[in-house]
């Protein structure tokens, strides 16, 4: 199995991204879960994170909170998707299972430094603040990443916070500007990819029918988040951003995409956040990501169902 670090602010579909990895230990080993702010503050992405790791099954994960804020930036969160606890939708006890003392970059570093060079991959779903300042504080972790596979970023399908920028970069534009300025193997799904993996009704009713706790509640959660995008944008169902990364590291397959150059823009006040993604290649900017494009959707719905379905 690949060991990763998730790097997240739950958030409903990153609940689910982590369930999916939690489910497939065949795949994925989780050394950690890193919490961020951004969905909403990190008190509460802390404790969404804990929440998700029991209803898994799995209290023995390692959760850890990191950065409360953005590099350079007031937090700028997202209640008006998630709503005001960041997992809202079904009714939910608090975590009894600890979190760890450790900060979150201290964990990522840590990990990096004693694990072998080129075996730890980083999942990040959320801002990229402890990614970012974990890159800062210890340039030579670096090297020792095997692949960085975020959700992040648009380009066809243009920006969801603001007219070109999609919310995990929007929020800390510096961070991702490092991030994906570092050099590490990057892998991306943005919003061209993430709006095609839609909760359709048929899709939630597949999770109802589980008659599992895990069912039911991936049911709950994509029933509410769906009901917030309908109002908005009239699409046949919300799209589950998260789990496309883990998905991917499953069965890298169902995705397709272009190694490209990707530069952050993080000064315009217009376009403050964007992704300027050179699909055209009309630069002779370097590549520094496999930027995606497609997903085989039926494929990834079969694959989150049988999985979950397992807890
Ligand atoms: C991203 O922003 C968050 O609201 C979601 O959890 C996802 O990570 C989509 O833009
Ligand atoms: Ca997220």
Redo the contacts with the bound molecule.
Sequence with gaps: PRKIIIDT?P?Q??AVAILLALASPEDIEVLGITAVA??VPLPLTEKNARIVCELAGKPETKVFAGCDAPMKRKLVT?EH??GKTGLDGPQMDDPTMPLREQHAVDFIIETLRNEPSGTVTLCP??PLTNIATAFERAPDIIKRVQEIVL?GGAYFEVG?ITPTA???IYVDPEAAKIVFGAGAPLVVMP?DV?HKALTTHNRIDAFRSMHTKVGDMVAAWTDFFERFDMEKYGSEGAPL??PCTIAYLIEPQLFAGRHINVEIETESPLTLGMTVADWWRVTDRPANALFMKDVDTSGFFALLAARLARL
């Design positions: 602010d958030g579909d990153d951004g969905n997202a998707v998630h779903i959320g959700m969801n999609e919310f995990n919003l993430t951003h998260d």
